[in-house]
Every structure is written in C-alpha cells, then in structure tokens.
C-alpha cells in the first residue's frame, strides 16, 4: 500500500509540469509571491500606468493630460524592464473600498484652457487608450463581439475619448471619456471571509454633468447623475465635448461581482484576447509540417552519407582512388581557414551568446516565471541572461580562433564584446533620441541608460574576456584531415550551386518553422496583446534550431560533392539569411496590420524590427554554422585517407 502513496506525489508533479509546459505557466504563480487578501471596507488603491496607442507606438505618461491629480504623485518602484516599455506606474486619484458599492463619485472639476483641449483632442485622434492597475491587475474593457457570445474579448484600457457628429451637425467634434463605471471581480473565502481580486473592468461614459446650487468639490449633487437608481441620466444624448474654456467634471462608479475564478486563475480570462482555436491548429499545422520535412531531409541524408563512406572506405587500389569523385576529392582543402576568419570568429561567439539567452528565457517562460502578471520580467530577464552569456560567446570565439592558427586572442576578444552589442547600442541611441523628441514616457531616462552601460561594461565585457582566456587556453582542435599547402582549384559551379542563390534558398525553410508563430509575436509587440503560449514558442525554438542545423548540412554536402570547399561562411549565412525573410515579413505586416501614420513611429518600428532581425541573423547563422563545422568533421573522420 505504501507503493501508490509514494509514487502518487511524482506522478501529479509530472502533471503539473506537462500542463505548464503546453499552457505556458499562465494560471502558475511563484511561491514567494503571494496573493493580497482584503476585508470589507479596505481601501483599494487604482495605479495609473502609461497612456498607449497602436496607430503612434509612443506611450505618455498619464498625468501627460490634464487629468485629476492625487495631492502627492508617487512613483511606484519599476523593473528595468518596466522602464524600457515605457511603463510609467504612478498612483490616482480612485480610491475604492472592498465590496462597498460607489455611484458619481466626483474626482476633480476641471476647466479647460486651448493647450489642454489641443492635447485631448490630439490623444483622442490618435486613438490613445488609458491603462490603470489594481492589485497587479490591468484595467481591461470587455468587449461582446455577438449577442449570443457569451465570451466577451478584452481589451486593454480604455479610449481617452471618441469622435463623432452631434446635435445633427456635419461637423465631427471631440469628446471625453470623463465618467468610468467600474467592476471589481472579487473571489470570497467562505472560511475566513476575506476577498482575492480576480477582475478589474471598466466602462467608460462621456457625460456633460450638471449640478445644483453651489460648486462644493465631492458633496456636490450631480443633476445628470442619479445615485438612487443607480445609473447616469441621458448620458448618451448629452455628451461631454472636448474644447477651450468647457468645464469637464470626472466621475466614476465602482461595483463588486462575486466570482468563482480563483487567484491563481485570475490572468486567464486575460489572456483570451486572440482566437486560440485559430492560433493553436496553426502553430500545430507549421509544426507537423517542419517535422515532415526535417525527418525526410535526415532520412536522405543518412541514406545517402552511409552509402559515400562505405564506398570510400572499401576502394583498395590507386587506380580505383584516383576514379573517386564527390566530397572526398576536397579533403585537403575544406578545413583551409576562410577569409575574415576573425569576422567568422566574432559572430560564431556572439551567435553563442544570443543561443544562451534564447535558450534559457524559454526556459524559465515555460516553467511560469515570465508570466504577464510578472511585468517586465521577460525584458529583464533577457538582458541579464545576455549579460551573463558574454563569458560563452568569448570561450566560443577563442576556441574557433585558436583553431584558425590566431595568436592574439585579446583582439578577438574585443572585437567580440564591442562589435554586436555597440551596432546595437547604436540604432538603440538614435531611436531613443527620436522618442526624446517627441517627449514620450518611453524614451530611456539617462539613469537607466547609465545602469545599461554598466551592465555592459562592467560585466558582459569582462566576462567576455574571462571566457576568451580560458577558450584559448585550451588545446586547439585538431582537424581530422591535413591542410594542403597549395589551395585546390574549384571548378565551375551549376547555376543552381551559385552561392547567393543557395544561400537564399537556404533561409526559406528556418524562416518557414517560426513565420506563423512570428504573427503573434508581432501582434503581442506592436498591438499591446498578451503572449502567452510560451510552451509552443519553445518547440518552435526547438523545431528552428533543427531545421537550420539540417537545411545547412543538405546544402554543404551538396557543396562539397560539387568540389566547392568554401563552405565556412556559406554555412553560416546560409541558415541566417532567414533573417532576411523575417525583416521581408516585418515590413509587410506594417503594410498590411499597421495603421501607424507619423514617419517617427514608422523609424521607431522598423528600426527595432531591423535590430531583431539583427539578431535572428547571428542565432540562425551560427546555429547553422555549428551544425555544419560538427557535420565537415564527422564525415571526414569516417573515411580512410591516405
């Protein structure tokens, strides 16, 4: 009996992990972080976090309007990920109390002058949305897409206000959202009586309000609001317009609806803001359909080198081996070091450090740690991982220069620590000055670009040079073959042989595993959704890393049995030229999903686009690289070479 007892814990731990593999870890929340519990009558505070919109991609802060002030402003302490989103978490003027109902609250009456009403009017033009948190929780606006969906789409935030003709005129005019009907979704504990908060949502009124006798702040009573039937008065046939000199009063309302979703469930209902039937068989679909490919494309491969080795291996005479053709014929040649080595070097160490860091922030996405509730902690994660892989991609490099006769390993070194990261710091830099520009909340303020070059400087370089120290330091690699001192002639090459046209072939098939999976990635980016599905985003990483490693092995081999040795930087850019593909898509789903208009926030897009595909490059070329650098040396030590 005591058996099952024992294996019944290792069984429902396997469980759980394969449910937060394949969910992404959404409904999993970390030990050490608790959830808040709240009696009746415990005051809530709403934050205020960034003002965003999709057709500008530059975030403001909110107090950026002239909206209602709290008497202190106080900053909430940000990750360095929180900052670099633009994410400015302030608190607000709403305060709300557990599970006791509110109706026309009044916050502030405003009055406003030409430059507050020209700001209104350009946020509401440009479909600016006001994002606001509560317990962790961002403010979301459900949305019913039918009168028999019953599963409501939410979207993130709310309108600054809309456009629209009034009163019969032709003309559109501006109009504010100034009253907020809000819901709290609570979850009771029937034993102790206290309240989790489970949902937070709005929405949003445009209201002119009226009130009687005397202006006297919060007492105030508010003829267009009636508090005993719990609802607003004519509130669409009397709107509130948005121009100078017009006094604006804000409001709100807050209702509590008990709920059966649980804390630790609470994101779920979130997270449903695309079609997932459609997202699922998709990502399934380009699944299956690399794997098929990628097991024939091994297949043949197998097939076709067992046979080569074993006709190879059972030539006797001379003139038997001087009647040999193929892959052999170029032994002496294809370990001969390329041109560039030391370029080849730099980037096969930094694809080193880019793999890394891909590899384990899926790892730490899958197993729920870089959840959305975790906010900024994918971005954080990621530079510290870079960061701290600086000491592989010097090791890397070393060790690949040491193979190519280099004694100085101190350049190689340098070249490594500046070279990737500095182009980038370089489109970063300009691209922040442009948001500078435009005084957004997402230009990065000069203490969190200080933190970044001491990230840079004071621990990726030198561990970039700890690696390298010990990389060279190692016994070089010895080639299973020896180096003619004459290079070999290469003879005329097929059209289809052509490098450029092989190396454009090559990144079809690597760009073909990740293109479905890159439409919500981007959709996640640049139209403010949640992703989630990090589970799928790992096989999809698994499924590319393969896919390159066999596409550039085909080609090689290919290379090679045309007597074309060069295969070193082929190899890499072959896989990398994906890359290319992925900045092809970029553009066109900015032509085709897109609705940004300012040529500021066209540069912002297509200059972080081109430092991702930057990036795609050095990871899928040097996935590509090795592959082919391990599949050169086993071939050529699996034959008799005299």
Known sequence: MDAPRRSAPLISTFLSIIFLFVHGGHSFYLPGVAPQDFDKGDQLMVKVNKLTSIKTQLPYSYYSLPYCRPDTIVDSAENLGEVLRGDRIENSAYVFKMREPQMCNIICRKTLDAKSAKEFKEKI????????????????????????????????????????????????????????????????????????????????????????????????????????????????????????????????????????????????????????????????????????????????????????????????????????????????????????????????????????????TMMFAVLGFLSPSNRGGLMTAMLFLWVFMGIFAGYASARLYKLFKGTEWKKIALRTAFMFPGSIAVVFFILNALIWGEKSSGAVPFGTMFALIVLWFGISVPLVFVGSYIGFRKQAIDDPVKTNKIPRQIPEQAWYMNPIFSILIGGILPFGAVFIELFFILTSIWLHQFYYIFGFLFIVLMILIVTCAEITIVLCYFQLCSEDYLWWWRSYLTSGSSALYLFLYAAFYFNTKLEITKPVSGMLYFGYMLIASYAFFVLTGTIGFYACFWFTRLIYSSVKID
């Open 125 to 360: 033009d440009d479909e600016y949305r006001v994002n606001m948190i509560l317990d962790n929780l961002p403010l979301v606006m459900p949305i019913r897409r039918g009168e028999l969906d019953a599963t409501p789409v939410y979207q993130l935030g709310y309108y600054v206000g809309l456009k629209g003709q009034y009163a019969g005129t032709k003309e559109e005019r501006h109009f504010i959202h100034n009253h907020l009907a809000f819901t709290v979704k609570f979850h009771r504990d029937q034993l102790t009586e206290t309240s989790r908060i489970v949902g937070f949502e709005v929405k949003p009124f445009s209201v002119k309000h009226d009130f009687e006798g005397e202006w006297k702040d919060e007492k105030t009573r508010l003829s267009s609001c009636d508090p005993h039937a719990r609802r607003l008065v004519a509130s669409s046939n009397n709107p509130q317009e948005v121009e100078d000199k017009q006094e604006i009063i804000f409001t709100y309302d807050v209702t509590f609806e008990e709920s059966e979703v649980k804390w630790a469930s609470r994101w779920d209902a979130y997270l449903l803001m695309s079609d997932d039937q459609i997202h699922w068989f998709s990502i399934v679909n380009s699944l299956m359909i690399v794997l098929f490919l990628s097991g024939m494309v091994a297949m043949i491969m197998l097939r076709t080198l067992y046979r080569d080795i074993s006709r190879y291996n059972e030539l006797e005479t001379q003139e038997e081996a001087q009647e040999e053709t193929g892959w052999k014929l170029v032994h002496g040649d294809v370990f001969r070091p390329p041109t560039n080595s030391d370029l080849l070097c730099v980037y096969a160490g930094t694809g080193v450090q880019c793999f890394g860091m891909m590899f384990v």
